[in-house]
């Protein structure tokens, strides 16, 4: 019998659903950095030899920085955010491969995505990229497997199904924008990328069964 089915379980830890520092909600580090120094303080100094220093490690995490820090330009700003997210997933997760599908809601950075995706390369962290929409007062969370519509990134990819399902903003009047786009043509484009659909948080306020009918 071949060895491979004396394997055993292999377990994994996986989150489809997070979002990252362009979030409105994001906590940054150095909100809880005391209370991770506290808790285990060898964890914490291996997660600032990773990156550099501890002032490293609360610089890159900060939103300030991301935003308009003019010490770097975009691209190593994102890059380095990237840095502190996967080091920190490595270090205070130490031995377990997770896979993280990164679902910023309408999504609109141009180069984040991918600097996650190039950083868990070397990573026992899967990145996987996707994006989360509202379509009708409902949402989604969209999982790319490949770059498509001919882009050469997937933050560009991303940007091009959003346009293509009517979201060319990431906010509409400070909230962010709700794709007019039917259910059909959402679906459809999905499909026609190639990508996977599920629905967010199906059973809570704005979920699939808490806002549309038992009959639609």
């Known amino acids: ?22 979030d409105d909600g994001y906590t940054s580090i150095s909100t809880y950095a005391d209370e991770l120094k506290a808790l285990d303080p060898e964890k914490w100094d291996k997660l600032c030899q990773l990156i ?12 300030a920085y991301f935003a308009n820090d003019t010490t770097d330009d975009k691209k190593a700003r994102s890059y380095n955010y990237a840095r ?48 989360e929409i509202n379509v009708e007062g409902v949402h989604q969370l969209v999982i790319f497997n490949e770059k498509v519509y001919g882009k050469t990134t997937y933050a560009d990819s ?15 009047n400070g909230k962010l924008t709700v794709s007019n786009s039917s259910y059909v043509n959402v679906i459809n484009e999905v499909r026609k990328c190639g990508a996977f659909l599920m629905y967010a948080h199906c059973n809570s306020t704005k979920g699939l069964f808490q806002e549309r009918g038992k009959t639609d």
């Open 84 to 131: 502190v997210f996967v080091g920190f997933l490595e270090v205070f997760h130490e031995h377990e491969k997770m896979v993280v599908c990164i679902t910023d809601h309408n999504y609109y950075d141009d180069f984040l995505i991918d600097a996650l995706l190039k950083v868990s390369e070397s990573s026992v962290i899967t990145i996987l990229p996707g994006v």
């Open 158 to 172: 991303i940007k091009q199904f959003l346009s293509q399902i009517n979201i060319h903003n990431a906010k509409t």
């Open 52 to 63: 550099g220093s501890e002032e490293l490690v609360l610089k890159y995490d900060s939103k």
């Open 1 to 22: 019998m071949p060895s491979n089915f004396n394997r055993g379980s292999e377990w994994r830890k996986w989150d489809l659903q997070v979002q990252t520092i362009l």
